[in-house]
C-alpha cells in the first residue's frame, strides 16, 4: 500500500472515463470528443442530453424523440408539490432542491433498476422534474403565483419561464440555453465525485444526486455564483467594487468566482463565453455599467493575484439580468450539472469499483479505557 498522501486528493487520478476531460493546456474541455465552448456555441443543451447520456449527438429526429420524451414526464407528484409547501419560507434553495429530488426518489418505480436503460429512463425524468422543483419550490416557498411547464416551449424557454413567469425572447433564450450546456459537465468535480462514491455501493442515481446537491451548495464549488451576484450588488459600481476586492485581499479573504482546482492560474473557457452572453446581455438590458464593473474586478484580480475568472464569476451577473432570483444561481447550476451527474453514475454503474480509499493515520495509538463494566470495585481503582 502506498503511503503517498495529497489533501483534496489534487492530481490524483480518481478514476477512468470517457465522459469528459479539461485539456488545461490546450485551453479545452473535451466533452465526449467535442469542445465544450464549440458545443455551447453550435447546438442546444438537449443535443448534449444526446451527446451525454446516449454517447453521440442526437440525429434530427433523435433530438425530437429526446425533447418529447422529456416532455411526457414533466410534472411533480402531487405529494412532492406537498412536500415544498411544507418547507419553511427562510430555507436555503438548495435545501428544498435536495428534499424535493429525495421525496420524488420513492415514486419513481424504477428506482432501484441500475441497468444502463433504466438508468438513462431515470436521467431523463430527472431533467424533466429537476428544473420543475426548482421553480415550483421557489415559487411555493415565496408565495408567488406556481408556474407550470409549457410544452410549447423550448427545454431551456420553458425552465426560464417557470422561474420568471415570463416567456423569454429568442435572446435570452439561446444565452441560458448556452449556460446550460456550458454548466452541464466538468469532468471530476467534487459534487460529480461524490455521486460516483455514493453509486459505487451500488445505491441509486437519485440518492447520488441528493449527495451531490449538498456537494454543490457549498461556497468553494457551486455556491460561489450566488455569493459573486451578492459581491457585485454589495459594491454597487466599478469603483466600490475595486475597493472592495481589495479590501477582502488584504483581510485574506477568498474573492468569490475566481480561482480553479485544475485551471489554476489558466482562464476557465466557460467564463469567457459567459462574458460574451454578459456583454450582449447588458446592451439589451441597457446595464452596461454592470459588464464594465465585472471587468474591472477581472483586472483587478489578475494584476493583484494573478488569478482569472471561473465560471461562476460571469454566471452570476448573466442570471441576474435574465431576471433569476439569485437564491436560484445554484439551484439552477445544478439542474444543468444533473446532466453530467447523471452520466458518471450511469458510468460507474457500467463499471463498478467500489471506493474505498485508505487514510494516514495521525492519531494515539495503544491507550488503553478505563474497565468500567466488571465491577463497581474494578471502576473505582481507575478512578
Ligand atoms: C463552477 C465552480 O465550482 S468553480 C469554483 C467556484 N468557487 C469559487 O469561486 C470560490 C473561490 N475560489 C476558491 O476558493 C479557490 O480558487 C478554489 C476552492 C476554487 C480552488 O482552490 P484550491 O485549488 O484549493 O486553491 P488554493 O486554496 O490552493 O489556492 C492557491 C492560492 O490562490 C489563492 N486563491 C485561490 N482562489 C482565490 C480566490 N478566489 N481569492 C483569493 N485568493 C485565492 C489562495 O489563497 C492561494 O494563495 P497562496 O498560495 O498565496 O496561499
Ligand atoms: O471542476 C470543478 O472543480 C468545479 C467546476 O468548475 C464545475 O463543477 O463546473
Known amino acids: 500500500m502506498s503511503d503517498h498522501y495529497l ?27 467535442y469542445d465544450l465552448i ?24 433523435r433530438l425530437l424523440e429526446i425533447e418529447s420524451q422529456i416532455q411526457s414526464v414533466y410534472g411533480l407528484p402531487s405529494n412532492v408539490r406537498a412536500i415544498l409547501h411544507l418547507m419553511p419560507d427562510q430555507a436555503d434553495m438548495m435545501d428544498v432542491l435536495r428534499t424535493g429530488i429525495s421525496a420524488l426518489a420513492s415514486f419513481d418505480e424504477e428506482l ?5 436503460d433504466a438508468n438513462k429512463r431515470k436521467a431523463i425524468r430527472l431533467l424533466a422534474k429537476v428544473p420543475q422543483i426548482v421553480a415550483y419550490g421557489y415559487r411555493a416557498i415565496t408565495k408567488q403565483p406556481l408556474v407550470e411547464p409549457d410544452p410549447a416551449l423550448s427545454y431551456s424557454a420553458n425552465f426560464l419561464y417557470m422561474i420568471t413567469g415570463v416567456i423569454p ?43 451531490a446537491v449538498a456537494s454543490l451548495k457549498g461556497t468553494l464549488h457551486g455556491g460561489a455564483n450566488e455569493a459573486v451576484m451578492h459581491m457585485l450588488l454589495e459594491a454597487g459600481s466599478e469603483d466600490d467594487l475595486e475597493v472592495l476586492i481589495r479590501s477582502k485581499l488584504a483581510r485574506k479573504e477568498r474573492i468569490m468566482g475566481f480561482g480553479h482546482r485544475v485551471y489554476m492560474r489558466k482562464p476557465d473557457p466557460r467564463a469567457l463565453l459567459m462574458k460574451e452572453a454578459l456583454a450582449q446581455l447588458a446592451v439589451t438590458c441597457n446595464q452596461p455599467e454592470l459588464y464594465d464593473m465585472c471587468v474591472r474586478g477581472e483586472e483587478i484580480m489578475r494584476t493583484e493575484k494573478g488569478l482569472h475568472p471561473n465560471l461562476d464569476y460571469y454566471a452570476a451577473p448573466v442570471y441576474y439580468l435574465l431576471g433569476i432570483p439569485i437564491e436560484l444561481f445554484t439551484p439552477v447550476f445544478l439542474a444543468s450539472r444533473t446532466l453530467g451527474i447523471s452520466a458518471h453514475v450511469m458510468e460507474q454503474h457500467a463499471n463498478n469499483r467500489l471506493f474505498r480509499p485508505r487514510v494516514r493515520y495521525t492519531g494515539a495509538r495503544d491507550l488503553h479505557p478505563p474497565l468500567r463494566r466488571n465491577s463497581s470495585e474494578s471502576e473505582d481503582e481507575n478512578e
Open 7 to 33: 489533501p483534496g486528493l489534487e492530481h490524483v487520478i480518481a478514476n477512468e472515463t470517457s465522459i469528459s476531460y479539461l485539456d488545461v493546456e490546450k485551453e479545452e474541455i473535451v466533452i465526449r470528443g
Open 38 to 61: 464549440e458545443l455551447a456555441r453550435h447546438v442546444t443543451y438537449l443535443d448534449c442530453v444526446g451527446l451525454l447520456l446516449e454517447g453521440a449527438l442526437p440525429s434530427g429526429q
Open 169 to 211: 425572447t429568442p435572446i435570452e433564450e439561446a444565452i441560458f440555453d448556452q449556460s446550460l450546456i456550458v454548466y452541464s459537465e466538468h469532468e471530476l468535480p467534487n459534487s460529480s465525485f461524490t455521486a460516483r462514491v455514493i453509486a459505487s455501493t451500488q445505491s441509486d442515481l437519485y440518492g447520488a444526486l441528493v449527495g
Open 112 to 116: 432501484d433498476d441500475r441497468s444502463p
